[in-house]
């Protein structure tokens, strides 16, 4: 019987490890890819809408949704009528061979703002670095009033992606200045490192009013600049002031008087740095926030019918998986600190919203914004 219990001991400990009976498999991480194909949407809608609330969760996949959805409670995002799925590889080396599976925010973005491809660190340009033209270029040239809100500097770049062309992200102060020359009605967030006192006057002597507090009295008849922190927007669980909500509030009320319609991008930044930073505490608030805004926007969406929403993420971040801890309390898990390349949800609700009920690459997403701005 000894040698019976030691036989037994043995081969339990031999196909054991930490993840539990592995069946004598070898562990292995390290797989070949193929070329992938970039699913196109076909459909085309039976109405367009006259305004794009474009909201983009940035670093969001199904594990931050998991993780809101059974630490926040209320999940907003059961609100939306359609739902797909998204790849978001970026357009970076040759795909039999060197490419890049996982992409960064400029690419992603600039997939978003463009429908186009390109490298990693590109806002706004192509593989030849030269500048693409976005859906606020776009709704800018059919006189529609634009928008841009994120919780990050307003020149990070998300935002970068859909109203400045420069060859690589970090070229924050390049940004803001081809922001201060431009045409976008109205910008928010943070970031005011980024504007010295010189740029502000040049956006003021371009039409331009400059806000930090969202109390200000406004003129309805100039564009408007609100910086409300230095550089990104103060964490959800350490206060944030102004909240994503009441910024959003802010600009809807701004742009909703527009006789030709508006797009409005607003960018919920900080899931990604949660995913980052690997803080399940950091990730939960900025969901809370984002479910927030969710409420508010579909309210908005339900009283003005014709506006389509759209929300879905640049990229996944920090490989989020929701188990379960000790008395009955969550245990997340994440595979690194940086990006990954898992498939993203998209939501729609609104003229058009259908189309996106599928899998998708992320250019589609803004190839059909456009097709709609345009048309």
Same mark, same amino acid.
């Given at each position: 019987? %000894?040698?019976?219990?030691?036989?037994?001991?043995?081969?339990?400990?031999?196909?054991?490890?930490?993840? =539990? &009976?592995?069946?004598?498999?070898?562990?292995?991480?390290?797989?070949?890819?193929?070329?992938?194909?970039? #699913?196109?949407?076909?459909?085309?809608?039976?109405?367009?809408?006259?305004?794009?609330?474009?909201?983009?969760?940035?670093?969001?996949?199904? =594990?931050?949704?998991? &993780?809101?959805?059974?630490?926040?409670?209320?999940?907003?995002?059961?609100?939306?009528?359609?739902?797909?799925?998204?790849?978001?590889?970026?357009?970076?080396?040759?795909?039999?061979?060197?490419?890049?599976?996982?992409?960064?925010?400029?690419?992603?973005?600039?997939?978003?703002?463009?429908? &186009?491809?390109?490298?990693? =660190?590109?806002?706004?340009?192509?593989?030849?670095? $030269?500048?693409?033209?976005?859906?606020?270029?776009?709704?800018?040239?059919?006189?529609?009033?634009?928008?841009?809100?994120?919780?990050?500097?307003?020149?990070?770049?998300?935002?970068?992606?859909?109203?400045?062309?420069?060859?690589? +992200?970090?070229?924050?102060?390049?940004?803001? *200045?081809? #922001?201060?020359?431009?045409?976008?009605?109205?910008? /928010?967030?943070?970031? %005011?490192?980024?504007?010295?006192?010189? /740029?502000?006057?040049?956006?003021? *002597?371009?039409?331009?009013?400059?806000?930090?507090? &969202?109390?200000?009295?406004?003129?309805?008849?100039? %564009?408007?600049?609100?910086?409300?922190?230095?550089?990104?927007?103060?964490?959800?669980?350490?206060? +944030?002031?102004?909240?994503?909500? %009441?910024?959003?509030?802010?600009?809807?009320? #701004?742009?909703?008087?527009?006789?030709?319609?508006?797009?409005?991008?607003?960018?919920e930044s900080q899931v990604d740095w949660g995913g980052h930073s690997n803080s399940a505490e950091y990730i939960k608030g900025e969901m809370q926030s984002l479910n927030e805004l969710i409420h508010f926007i579909l309210d908005?969406?339900?009283?003005?019918?014709?506006? /389509?929403?759209? /929300?879905?993420?640049?990229?996944?971040?920090?490989?989020?998986?929701?188990?379960?801890?000790?008395?009955?309390?969550?245990?997340?898990?994440?595979?690194?600190d940086y990006h990954s390349a898992n498939f993203v949800p998209i939501f729609a609700t609104g003229p058009g919203a259908e189309v996106f009920?599928?899998?998708?690459?992320?250019?589609?997403?803004?190839? $059909?914004?456009?097709? #709609?701005?345009?048309?």
């Open positions: 019987m %000894k040698y019976l219990l030691i036989l037994f001991y043995s081969i339990f400990i031999g196909c054991y490890n930490i993840y =539990g &009976l592995a069946l004598q498999e070898e562990k292995s991480n390290q797989i070949p890819s193929k070329e992938h194909t970039n #699913y196109k949407l076909s459909d085309w809608p039976e109405e367009i809408p006259e305004s794009i609330i474009f909201i983009i969760a940035d670093g969001t996949g199904i =594990g931050q949704y998991t &993780l809101s959805y059974y630490a926040n409670g209320d999940f907003a995002p059961a609100r939306f009528d359609h739902i797909g799925l998204v790849a978001t590889h970026p357009n970076d080396g040759e795909c039999a061979s060197t490419c890049k599976r996982v992409t960064d925010s400029a690419a992603s973005g600039t997939a978003l703002s463009a429908g &186009l491809k390109t490298y990693n =660190g590109a806002i706004g340009v192509d593989k030849e670095k $030269m500048p693409v033209k976005t859906m606020l270029e776009w709704a800018e040239e059919k006189d529609m009033l634009t928008g841009l809100v994120a919780t990050s500097s307003v020149t990070h770049a998300t935002p970068a992606s859909f109203a400045a062309h420069v060859d690589y +992200r970090k070229k924050e102060a390049e940004i803001a *200045q081809q #922001y201060a020359h431009s045409d976008v009605d109205l910008i /928010l967030g943070g970031g %005011k490192k980024f504007w010295p006192d010189s /740029l502000i006057k040049i956006f003021e *002597q371009n039409n331009g009013q400059f806000i930090e507090n &969202l109390e200000s009295k406004i003129n309805f008849k100039k %564009k408007i600049l609100g910086l409300f922190s230095q550089d990104g927007m103060p964490k959800v669980h350490e206060g +944030r002031n102004p909240s994503t909500t %009441k910024m959003a509030q802010f600009a809807l009320n #701004y742009l909703q008087n527009a006789s030709n319609g508006f797009f409005i991008m607003i960018e908005y969406q339900e009283e003005n019918p014709k506006t /389509l929403v759209v /929300l879905t993420a640049d990229h996944e971040c920090g490989g989020v998986a929701v188990h379960d801890g000790a008395d009955g309390d969550l245990d997340i898990r994440f595979t690194s009920d599928a899998f998708m690459d992320n250019t589609e997403i803004g190839r $059909m914004l456009i097709e #709609y701005i345009k048309n």
